[in-house]
């Protein structure tokens, strides 16, 4: 008589290998499969084969998706692998090691991705790697972000709509309101100035493409509806005006002027796509920049100091005042 464990290993052998069956299928079936077509290829019961659709989605975090009695795999679910030159490999490094450097939080793709970069590589660049990973893996986890992270991208692989329940940012002490969108997923983008990703897409109800910081969904579903990509082009030119972003408002002419300490510092730079810099006779910079809104450049602009002073627009200008002046009250009154 077998013992427990030989009788358990082999369950878990054979659970295992029905999975990739199952994977097979769906695979082989992109138009998808029912359900008892694979219980009857597989020769187990209808509930088994269920088990094992659910299975394959929440424990391996396969793209499988469910319309109208079928059930498939995502066509992007797969990728071919790459065959990079070492210069190759050190470009998809050196854009990975941004990714950890700015990531406030562990990312398991991109741990993955390291480890399957690691393979065959001269051994410094491994070394490397290896040490990318273990800073990677002090990070703090967040499985619900993930989770988010998982569901949009397979959204946007395979241009279906999604519904969220977004919690926008909180501004001048207005408590936010969880608002539900239908979104177009165009883009998933990351930010180095706020560590942070999100989810560019067109906005259903409002009839707009509009920003999402992915941190602030609270949940996601994927729908079985399909979108159209849009023109060529659409999401690049809307980024070209953001600061970083927030590409959704409206465009502001914005002019600086730096002074002669800091000027060659600011000049040796393109801080943004659309600026335009100009050395003045006493030293200081003259600098112009037309973005969407001022609630990113803001920052910018205050990380300066007093090196710099807003010429326009006037909003700006008296934001940046307001706030060295109350950064100030609270410094005299401590």
Do not use: C
Not at 34 to 58: K, N
Not at 219 to 228: K, L
Not at 230 to 241: D, H, N
Request: charged share 30%; proline share 7%.
């Amino acid at each position: 008589m077998a013992d427990f464990d030989e009788v358990g290993s082999s369950a878990k052998r054979d659970r295992g290998a029905r999975l990739l069956r199952v994977l097979s299928l769906l695979k082989a079936h992109p138009e998808g499969i029912r359900v008892d077509d694979i219980a009857g290829r597989l020769g187990v019961s209808r509930r088994t084969a269920y088990r094992d659709l659910v299975a394959l989605q929440g424990e391996l975090g396969m793209p499988t998706w469910a319309e109208a009695g079928r059930w498939g795999i995502l066509e992007t679910a797969f990728l071919p692998p790459l065959k990079l030159t070492v210069p190759e490999a050190m470009a998809v490094f050196l854009a990975s090691r941004l990714m950890v450097r700015y990531a406030d939080k562990y990312d398991p793709d991109l741990a993955s991705a390291f480890e399957k970069l690691a393979a065959g590589l001269p051994t410094p660049l491994t070394e490397h790697v290896e040490r990318s990973l273990d800073v990677l893996q002090r990070a703090r986890r967040d499985d619900v972000f993930t989770d988010h992270v998982h569901a949009l991208t397979r959204a946007w692989a395979d241009r279906r709509v999604v519904e969220i329940e977004y919690e926008p940012a909180r501004y001048e002490g207005r408590e936010p309101t969880i608002r539900e969108a239908v979104v177009r997923p165009y883009l998933i983008e990351p930010s180095t100035q706020t560590h942070s990703l999100y989810l560019i897409g067109f906005d259903e109800v409002p009839g707009a493409l509009r920003t999402f910081k992915i941190e602030r969904i609270r949940s996601v579903i994927v729908t079985p509806r399909r979108f159209e990509p849009p023109e060529p082009g659409t999401v690049e030119t809307m980024l070209r005006q953001a600061w970083d972003m927030i590409a959704d408002q409206p465009t502001t002419e914005v002019e600086l002027e730096f002074v002669p300490a800091v000027a060659a510092r600011v000049a040796e730079t393109v801080w943004h796509p659309t600026q335009a810099a100009a050395l003045q006779p006493d030293g200081s910079l003259n600098w112009r920049a037309t973005v969407s809104g001022t609630i990113e450049i803001r920052l910018w602009v205050l990380s300066w100091g007093d090196d710099v002073r807003v010429i326009r627009p006037e909003s700006l200008r008296d934001d940046v005042r307001e706030t060295h002046r109350r950064a100030l009250a609270r410094d005299g009154a401590g």
